[in-house]
């Protein structure tokens, strides 16, 4: 590259040497030729200004004498001056001229067309005064004719050889520049061949290889710019060229690996939009769920506030209708409404729970108790609904002396609502079994039953709130296990649900669930926790 740079700069510098003397020569016989023609001008100038000088001399010598001589004199004098002003712009071109010239020859010959300007000078000099002398003669118009007839025979034949010899100078000067233009083409014709000739000697030992391995790196990066990016280039020198080969291969690999690792991005990322779309799509189907299960719910509380309601006002109005009611009458329609007033109350109230956990406006009392305590309370209270039910509610608790840190309120609403469940879904004849004990330092309530039990695909759901299975449709609002969960998440414990559904082959089913609560230190009594 160093080499092509020098020799194109030194092709270059010849090339604008030769323009600049060229040029320069060119200059020189061009100004030699307008020279040459201005000093033709100023001869036909002064040849012009002398004829009219002697117009104006004739004119005065046929004038009048009587008139005066200021008329004459003036127009003369004018005519006199201007040839002079004539004279001195030609001897100011010749003196430009000489000084431009650098040879002798040349400095001698515009000497002699000096002194010849001279001799001119001097002749029309020597006219002016003659002229003079004949106007103030007897016979002035013959005074000067003789004059200037006398002038005229020794003027004309300086004047033409020096018209002749700026004629000549002029047209050596066109000569001159004529032989440069050829000489300039045929040195320019040869300078082209040569440049020719060294442009091709330097492309077969230089540019052709540097040709071929540019174009090598451009194939190169447009099959990187295709996608290829293992393409590599073969370094096969150690100029500059290669260096940039070589980093142009460092450049590719480094690509290359930005590809690979932007493509196990573009991979992770793909995954991660296909997970974040499953999950999307897995909350809405949620949404559609909870959407579908508030429209059932909201079905069934209409009917199951309306059920109680329509009861109670059926019975009042029975009970009214007759002018003296029995008291038997009185007495079974107020059981009657007592009873639905009750479950319409037990609706509202879980309404009001729910309504609540989902605010968080609940706090918990908490303190100390007995946990057997608490299964004696579930079995008074719900030993008249299981016996109603045509099933039997069984419990136990180990050790007695078992204690717990909690909202015994809340506890003993929930495993009602749980005991509720199992003998809701448990058949005639069956038995409902709620059992405490102590496991892994944790206080564990299981109640269990063998009822219909619950659906494999349902368990996921059973805690979502107003959620219920397609079988068990009508049985409830689906709020009381999402409750629960939220009040044993509350206390710091955990709610597991375990159920399998008879299988016509003999196999009987049930649902289990376990409760399990921290204690809040290990053997704790509850004489100690009081």
């Given at each position: 590259?160093?080499?092509?740079?020098?020799?194109?700069?030194?092709?270059?510098?010849?090339?604008?040497?030769?323009?600049?003397?060229?040029?320069?020569?060119?200059?020189?016989?061009?100004?030699?030729?307008?020279?040459?023609?201005?000093?033709?001008?100023?001869?036909s100038?002064?040849?012009?200004?002398?004829?009219?000088?002697?117009?104006?001399?004739?004119?005065?010598?046929h004038?009048?004498?009587a008139?005066?001589?200021?008329?004459?004199?003036?127009?003369?004098?004018?005519?006199?001056d201007?040839?002079?002003?004539?004279?001195a712009?030609l001897?100011?071109?010749?003196?430009?001229?000489?000084?431009?010239?650098?040879?002798?020859?040349?400095?001698?010959?515009?000497?002699?067309?000096?002194?010849?300007?001279?001799?001119?000078?001097?002749?029309f000099?020597?006219?002016?005064?003659?002229?003079?002398?004949?106007?103030?003669?007897?016979?002035?118009?013959?005074?000067?004719?003789?004059?200037?007839?006398?002038?005229?025979?020794?003027?004309?034949?300086p004047?033409?050889?020096a018209?002749?010899?700026?004629?000549?100078?002029?047209?050596?000067?066109?000569?001159?520049?004529?032989?440069?233009?050829?000489?300039?083409?045929?040195?320019?014709?040869i300078?082209?061949?040569l440049?020719?000739?060294?442009?091709?000697?330097?492309?077969h030992?230089?540019?052709?290889?540097?040709?071929?391995?540019?174009?090598?790196?451009?194939?190169?990066?447009?099959?990187?710019?295709?996608?290829?990016?293992?393409?590599?280039?073969?370094?096969?020198?150690?100029?500059?060229?290669?260096?940039?080969?070589?980093?142009?291969?460092?450049?590719?690999?480094?690509?290359?690996?930005?590809?690979?690792?932007?493509?196990?991005?573009?991979?992770?990322?793909?995954?991660?939009?296909?997970?974040?779309?499953?999950?999307?799509?897995?909350?809405?189907t949620?949404?559609?769920n909870?959407?579908?299960?508030?429209?059932?719910?909201?079905?069934?509380?209409?009917?199951e506030?309306?059920?109680?309601?329509?009861?109670?006002?059926?019975?009042?109005?029975?009970?009214?209708?007759?002018?003296?009611?029995?008291?038997?009458?009185?007495?079974?329609?107020?059981?009657?409404?007592?009873?639905?007033?009750?479950r319409?109350?037990?609706?509202?109230?879980?309404?009001?729970?729910?309504?609540?956990s989902?605010?968080g406006?609940?706090e918990?009392?908490?303190?100390?108790?007995?946990?057997?305590?608490?299964?004696?309370?579930?079995?008074?209270?719900?030993?008249?609904?299981?016996?109603?039910?045509?099933?039997?509610?069984?419990?136990?608790?180990m050790?007695?002396d078992?204690?717990?840190?909690?909202?015994?309120?809340?506890?003993?609403?929930?495993?009602?609502?749980l005991?509720?469940?199992?003998?809701?879904?448990s058949?005639?004849?069956?038995?409902?079994?709620?059992?405490?004990?102590?496991?892994?330092?944790?206080?564990?309530?299981?109640?269990?039953?063998?009822?219909?039990?619950?659906?494999?695909?349902d368990?996921?759901?059973?805690?979502?709130?107003?959620?219920?299975?397609?079988?068990?449709?009508?049985?409830?609002?689906g709020?009381?296990?999402?409750?629960?969960?939220?009040?044993?998440?509350?206390?710091?414990?955990?709610?597991?649900?375990?159920?399998?559904?008879?299988?016509?082959?003999?196999?009987?089913?049930?649902?289990?669930?376990?409760?399990?609560?921290?204690?809040?230190?290990?053997?704790?009594?509850?004489?100690?926790?009081?």
């Open positions: 590259m160093a080499l092509l740079l020098a020799v194109a700069v030194l092709v270059t510098a010849a090339s604008t040497l030769a323009l600049v003397f060229g040029l320069g020569a060119a200059n020189a016989q061009l100004d030699r030729l307008v020279s040459a023609q201005s000093r033709l001008e100023l001869l100038a002064i040849s012009g200004r002398i004829g009219d000088y002697a117009l104006v001399a004739l004119q005065a010598g004038e009048d004498p008139a005066g001589q200021a008329p004459m004199h003036a127009g003369r004098f004018a005519a006199a201007r040839a002079r002003a004539a004279f712009r001897e100011d071109a010749l003196a430009t001229e000489v000084g431009r010239l650098s040879g002798e020859e040349q400095r001698t010959l515009m000497a002699a067309r000096s002194r010849t300007l001279a001799r001119m000078r001097a002749q000099d020597v006219l002016d005064r003659q002229i003079d002398t004949a106007l103030a003669a007897e016979e002035p118009a013959t005074a000067v004719r003789v004059a200037l007839d006398v002038f005229a025979a020794g003027f004309s034949g004047l033409g050889q018209m002749e010899e700026e004629r000549i100078a002029a047209h050596d000067a066109q000569a001159a520049v004529r032989d440069l233009r050829e000489r300039t083409i045929r040195w320019g014709l300078g082209v061949a440049a020719c000739l060294i442009a091709v000697v330097l492309y030992r230089l540019g052709r290889s540097l040709v071929n391995r540019v174009a090598d790196v451009a194939a190169a990066a447009a099959a990187i710019a295709r996608g290829r990016s293992d393409t590599r280039i073969a370094v096969t020198g150690h100029d500059e060229l290669s260096l940039a080969m070589a980093r142009f291969n460092r450049m590719a690999a480094h690509l290359a690996r930005r590809e690979g690792r932007l493509v196990a991005a573009q991979k992770q990322l793909q995954e991660t939009v296909d997970a974040r779309t499953a999950e999307l799509r897995a909350a809405n949620r949404l559609e909870v959407d579908l299960a508030r429209r059932r719910f909201f079905t069934d509380v209409s009917h506030l309306r059920t109680p309601l329509t009861v109670i006002l059926g019975e009042a109005e029975i009970t009214l209708r007759p002018a003296q009611p029995r008291e038997e009458d009185l007495r079974a329609a107020l059981l009657t409404i007592q009873s639905r007033a009750r319409l109350h037990r609706r509202v109230e879980d309404l009001l729970r729910i309504a609540r989902e605010s406006q609940i918990l009392d908490r303190s100390f108790f007995l946990v057997c305590d608490l299964i004696t309370d579930l079995r008074e209270s719900m030993q008249p609904v299981a016996r109603a039910a045509g099933l039997t509610l069984e419990t136990a608790c050790p007695d078992l204690v717990i840190d909690a909202d015994r309120d809340w506890l003993r609403q929930t495993f009602d609502g005991i509720a469940n199992a003998v809701r879904h058949p005639p004849g069956e038995t409902v079994r709620v059992e405490a004990a102590r496991e892994a330092g944790d206080v564990v309530i299981r109640v269990s039953d063998h009822g219909t039990g619950i659906p494999s695909d368990l996921p759901h059973v805690f979502e709130r107003f959620w219920r299975g397609a079988a068990r449709e009508g049985t409830g609002f709020i009381g296990l999402a409750l629960a969960k939220w009040i044993v998440d509350r206390h710091g414990g955990r709610i597991e649900i375990d159920s399998r559904v008879a299988d016509g082959e003999g196999r009987r089913g049930g649902t289990c669930v376990t409760v399990r609560l921290p204690t809040p230190v290990p053997d704790i009594t509850l004489e100690a926790a009081q």
